[in-house]
Structures are given as C-alpha cells and as structure tokens.
C-alpha cells in the first residue's frame, strides 16, 4: 500500500474545463448540496475500501512566512496575489497502486457541479515518501 | 472489569481529598493519574468494595513516593503536618477549588479545557485528544505543559469562579459548534455535554452564584435545539429556518426554570443575560412570533454589562433589525469593525431584508470565503446562491 495526497486548488494547474468556469455562488443552491453529498459519498466509498486516510478543507486566506533573523518578528508575505497557485483542500488515501491513486482522483474529479455536469476538475496526486522497504 | 463511569466520577473526588490535604494541584494530578493506572491494571479481577478508599490510600501513597524522591525534607514536612486524621472518607465538594486550578488565568483557554476535561472531568489523555483531533502524544504534551505552568502559579482560595465559567464556556462553545461536523464522527467525546456535566456540577457546589446557573442554563437552552441545527445531508440549519418540533423541550423547561431562579437573586450578568435571549428564542413557537422588542432589551442589559464586546454590538444590531428595521441595523454594523467575523453575514441578512438582493448575495459571498468551518462555508455560499438565481424581485 502507498500513500496519496489529492490537492485541489483555488487557482493554479492546467486550464479548467468549461464546467468548472462558474463560481460556485453563481450554482443553484441545490447544485452545491448535491456537490458537497457527492464529495462526502467519495470520501464515504473510500472508507468502505479501507482506503481512506483523512481529508480537509482549507480557508483561502493565507500568508507566506519565514524567519526573521535573531531576535526579529517572522516575516510575512501575502495575502497570497490573485496570480499565486492556491490550494483548497486535500485528501489522503492509502492505496494498492498509483492507478488506483489516479481512479479515486478521476472519481473525485467527476463532481457535479453547474447543471448537474461533472466538474472535470484538475486535481494534483502526490506520492508520500514511503519507509525504506524491508523486502528487496 | 472497573466501569469507566466509576472512575470518571471518582477522579476529582480523589484529587479533591488529595488537595485539600495539602498536597499542590500539580503533583496531586500526576499522582492521581497514577492510581487510575494502577486501578485499571489491578482491577481487573472486580473492583474492591471501598473503590474510592482505595484509589485515595494508593494516590496518596504516589504522591508521598513523588515527594520522597523529590526531597527527603519535604516527605518530613507533609509526614508530619499533613498526615490525615484517621476516619471516613470526606465529602467535602471540591469542584470549584479543583476547576479555578485548572482554569487559572496563566493558562491558554485550550491547555485549560484539556486539563479540566482530565483532571476534572476524568476523561482519559485518548478522549481529550480525540475530541480535538490530534495526536494523543499531542495532548499529552499539552496537558503536562498546562501542569508546568501550574505549577509556578499562586493561588487564591477557593479560586475566581470568573475564569472557570468561561473555560466552561469556551468548552461547550467548541463541542457545539463541532457538533453534527466531521467531528461528530472523529470521537466519542461530546464537549458540549462534557461542560453542561461540569457546569452542573459546579452549580450543585456552588448554588449561591447566579452566574453558574446562568451559564448552566444558557448551555440548556442551546444544547436542547442540537438536534435541528443540522439537516438530513449535515447542513447548517440557521436559528429562524429550524423545525421547532425537534427542540428538546424538556431540556428547554429545565434552562427556563434554572434562569428564573439565577434572575430572581437580582445579581445580573452575562451569562444570565445571555441565557434570556437564548430563552425568549427557545420560546417562540416560529420564527414570525419572536418577541424581538424584548430581545433587544436584553441585549441593551448585555451591552451595559460587556460594554465595547463587537461580538455583542453585532448580535445587538440584528434584535435592532427587527425592531426598528434592517436599515437601523446596518447603521449599527457599518460601525464595527470590517474585519469582525460574521459582520459581512449580518450586514447581507439585513440588506436582503431591506430589499436589496444583489448587495446581500455579493456580501454572503463574501462571509462564504471568510469562513472557518466548513458547514458555514456551505451554508453562507447557499445563501449567496439562493438570491443570485431568484432575481433581485423574487421572493425569498
């Protein structure tokens, strides 16, 4: 089994499928109801796989920090500028291998959004690194 | 097999007898901690028939074992002055004493609940740390940084009731809002239950205090709507949009009845006060028959009483909406400040109630990107929505 980190982003990644264009306030109430049940029935699917690790959301507000020097406050950098790559959220699975990784990021991805219409949404899968294996 | 219940009741009786005879919070703690090991190891074959006798005699026992290693002058010094008398078991309540240490000023409000809930409330280290999904070697660090800090602390006897009540607060706050989130399935911890369980029973030790019983009562009058602040698909269900026939009545009544009691003593304060509004809410039989003039009489008692609270001064402004109408409440809000959580939600409530639908759908849209719980996020979005697809005449 090997770990996968599925990052949504705000902003940032390949172009967006036109059905992902929308702002979600612009959805009817219902469309976002249907897509939030959507995400927790994925997340409920992976569970019942024994694949599921965790998952979270993120608040888009957000600063760029580092070391100040000796005796000096952090300094800060942001809030983030409208052109900066923004994560939303990410889930965790635990998964047999990378197509599977890919086939739980695809089924993540088909959300309905606008209409009803899957979103197409670009998500980024990152492997974990792994602990050094005992068998050659 | 010892009942997880005894032990959760008998652990701030035994660290109650062990402070009181003299023994400091901190070690008193850490010895406590210990017998509760010792118990679950030992018992296993039945508890003994003097439970709580024996888990003093073996708590005592640690503590003096701590002391001896510590210092050999110090064993001498509570050897001799604070042995106990020989005879029954005390039954001196202790709640109070017990909660003011955990609840000391020094401490950040989340070492405070961590500690409390342990101490006091005699969940384990695991439950703690469950309840706020972290690590358990998390929360062990934190609650043994929380003992550090105790321990350089004076204290007063018997302790201030003040910043017991808003750790309590600060607890059932927490449990509340998570409630019905994704934390209602991350563990088998309910805070908001675990504080009204505290907050009883400081207010049994403590009746005389009408601020405990208002803040006893003020978690019962919004524990007893839990059940209709969520929908079927775990959607945030606002105050006025409830199904009322899902409220606790029961519970309701006994909130009502504990307020009466506190107000009738004529020491009025925040928690009471506050414990009103949530009353006259919990009162109304729809959204349509709630008595707004006389809510926004207690929010003018509670402006007096935490005078310069924003928090406060937005609530107020939404009882001002409705009373005087949505246009007196902005006025109100446009004073506060913009960066205030939730005044850009009140600010779209009032300006859809005024009629202008395009300003309160780009304002929820606003209050959705700045929220900090998902269910919140959802709901403001929704809102946001809900006036972008009607059109600016349709209703809502």
Same mark, same amino acid.
């Given at each position: 089994?090997?770990?996968?980190?599925?990052?949504?982003?705000?902003?940032?990644?390949?172009?967006?499928?036109?059905?992902?264009?929308?702002?979600?306030?612009?959805?009817?109430?219902?469309?976002?109801?249907?897509?939030?049940?959507?995400?927790?029935?994925? =997340?409920? *699917?992976?569970?019942?796989?024994?694949?599921?690790?965790?998952?979270?959301?993120?608040?888009?507000?957000?600063?760029?920090?580092?070391?100040?020097?000796?005796?000096?406050?952090?300094?800060?950098?942001?809030?983030?500028?409208?052109?900066?790559?923004?994560?939303?959220?990410?889930?965790?699975?635990?998964?047999?291998?990378?197509?599977?990784?890919?086939?739980?990021?695809?089924?993540?991805?088909?959300?309905?959004?606008?209409?009803?219409?899957?979103?197409?949404?670009?998500?980024? &899968? #990152?492997?974990?690194?792994?602990?050094?294996?005992? &068998?050659? | 097999?010892?009942?997880?219940?005894?032990?959760? *009741?008998?652990?701030?009786?035994?660290?109650?007898?062990? &402070?009181?005879?003299? @023994?400091?919070?901190?070690?008193?703690?850490?010895?406590?901690?210990?017998?509760?090991?010792?118990?679950?190891?030992?018992?296993?074959?039945? /508890?003994?028939?003097?439970?709580?006798?024996?888990?003093?005699?073996?708590?005592?026992?640690?503590?003096?074992?701590?002391?001896?290693? @510590?210092?050999?002058?110090?064993?001498?010094?509570?050897?001799?002055?604070?042995?106990?008398?020989?005879?029954?078991?005390?039954?001196?309540?202790?709640?109070?004493?017990?909660?003011?240490?955990?609840?000391h000023p020094a401490l950040t409000p989340a070492s405070a609940i961590a500690l409390t809930l342990r101490a006091v409330g005699g969940l384990t280290t695991a439950q703690i740390a469950r309840a706020f999904l972290v690590p358990e070697a998390t929360m062990a660090q934190r609650i043994s940084r929380a003992k550090r800090t105790l321990a350089g602390q004076r204290f007063e006897e018997p302790g201030d009731a003040r910043s017991v009540l808003r750790v309590l607060y600060l607890m059932f706050d927490q449990g509340f809002a998570g409630?019905?989130?994704?934390?209602?399935?991350?563990?088998?911890?309910?805070?908001?239950?675990?504080?009204?369980?505290?907050?009883?029973?400081?207010?049994?030790?403590?009746?005389?205090?009408?601020?405990?019983?208002?803040?006893?009562?003020?978690?019962?009058?919004?524990?007893?709507?839990?059940?209709?602040?969520?929908?079927?698909?775990?959607? $945030?269900?606002?105050?006025? =949009?409830?199904?009322?026939?899902?409220?606790?009545? @029961?519970?309701?009544?006994?909130?009502?009845?504990?307020?009466?009691?506190?107000?009738?003593?004529?020491?009025?304060?925040?928690?009471?006060?506050?414990?009103?509004? /949530?009353?006259?809410?919990?009162?109304?039989?729809?959204?349509?028959?709630?008595?707004?003039?006389?809510?926004?009489?207690?929010?003018?008692? $509670?402006?007096?009483?935490?005078?310069?609270?924003?928090?406060?001064?937005?609530?107020?402004?939404? /009882?001002?909406?409705?009373?005087?109408?949505?246009?007196?409440?902005?006025?109100?809000?446009?004073?506060?400040?913009?960066? $205030?959580?939730? #005044?850009?939600?009140?600010?779209?409530?009032?300006?859809?109630?005024?009629?202008?639908?395009?300003?309160?759908? #780009?304002?929820?849209?606003?209050?959705?990107?700045? @929220?900090?719980?998902?269910?919140?996020?959802?709901?403001?979005?929704?809102?946001?929505? #809900?006036?972008?697809?009607?059109?600016?005449?349709?209703?809502?």
């Amino acid at each position: 089994m090997a770990k996968y980190l599925l990052l949504k982003h705000y902003r940032g990644g390949p172009d967006k499928h036109p059905n992902a264009e929308a702002r979600m306030e612009q959805w009817t109430p219902e469309e976002i109801t249907a897509h939030i049940e959507f995400m927790g029935k994925v =997340a409920d *699917d992976l569970r019942e796989r024994g694949e599921y690790v965790d998952s979270q959301a993120l608040v888009p507000d957000g600063e760029f920090v580092r070391y100040g020097g000796e005796g000096k406050p952090p300094v800060t950098d942001g809030p983030f500028a409208e052109t900066k790559d923004l994560i939303a959220g990410w889930m965790i699975i635990d998964v047999e291998s990378k197509e599977r990784a890919h086939e739980a990021a695809a089924y993540l991805s088909s959300a309905p959004g606008k209409d009803g219409k899957p979103l197409y949404e670009w998500l980024e &899968v #990152r492997p974990f690194m792994g602990d050094p294996s005992c &068998v050659e | 097999m010892i009942s997880a219940h005894l032990l959760r *009741d008998l652990t701030p009786q035994i660290l109650g007898v062990l &402070v009181r005879r003299g @023994a400091d919070f901190v070690a008193a703690e850490d010895a406590v901690q210990e017998a509760l090991v010792e118990a679950v190891r030992g018992w296993r074959e039945g /508890a003994p028939d003097d439970p709580k006798g024996w888990l003093v005699t073996v708590a005592w026992r640690k503590f003096l074992d701590a002391r001896r290693s @510590a210092s050999a002058r110090a064993l001498r010094e509570v050897a001799v002055t604070r042995e106990p008398p020989a005879g029954p078991a005390e039954h001196t309540d202790d709640t109070l004493l017990l909660l003011s240490r955990c609840c000391h000023p020094a401490l950040t409000p989340a070492s405070a609940i961590a500690l409390t809930l342990r101490a006091v409330g005699g969940l384990t280290t695991a439950q703690i740390a469950r309840a706020f999904l972290v690590p358990e070697a998390t929360m062990a660090q934190r609650i043994s940084r929380a003992k550090r800090t105790l321990a350089g602390q004076r204290f007063e006897e018997p302790g201030d009731a003040r910043s017991v009540l808003r750790v309590l607060y600060l607890m059932f706050d927490q449990g509340f809002a998570g409630a019905g989130g994704k934390s209602r399935a991350a563990g088998d911890t309910d805070l908001a239950a675990e504080a009204i369980r505290l907050t009883r029973q400081l207010a049994a030790s403590a009746p005389q205090d009408p601020e405990i019983v208002g803040l006893l009562a003020l978690m019962l009058l919004h524990h007893a709507r839990r059940a209709a602040r969520f929908d079927a698909s775990g959607d $945030l269900v606002p105050l006025a =949009a409830q199904d009322r026939s899902r409220w606790d009545t @029961a519970t309701i009544a006994e909130g009502v009845d504990l307020l009466q009691h506190a107000l009738a003593r004529d020491r009025l304060g925040e928690y009471q006060a506050q414990a009103a509004i /949530a009353a006259l809410h919990d009162d109304a039989a729809s959204a349509e028959e709630t008595d707004w003039p006389q809510i926004l009489e207690w929010y003018d008692e $509670l402006a007096g009483i935490v005078a310069g609270n924003p928090v406060v001064a937005l609530n107020r402004a939404v /009882a001002v909406g409705h009373v005087d109408g949505p246009l007196a409440g902005l006025h109100l809000v446009e004073k506060l400040p913009a960066d $205030l959580p939730r #005044r850009d939600a009140v600010a779209a409530y009032l300006h859809e109630r005024a009629g202008d639908r395009a300003q309160a759908a #780009r304002l929820y849209t606003a209050a959705a990107e700045a @929220a900090t719980s998902m269910a919140e996020h959802a709901h403001l979005l929704k809102q946001a929505a #809900r006036l972008n697809q009607s059109g600016p005449s349709a209703p809502a």
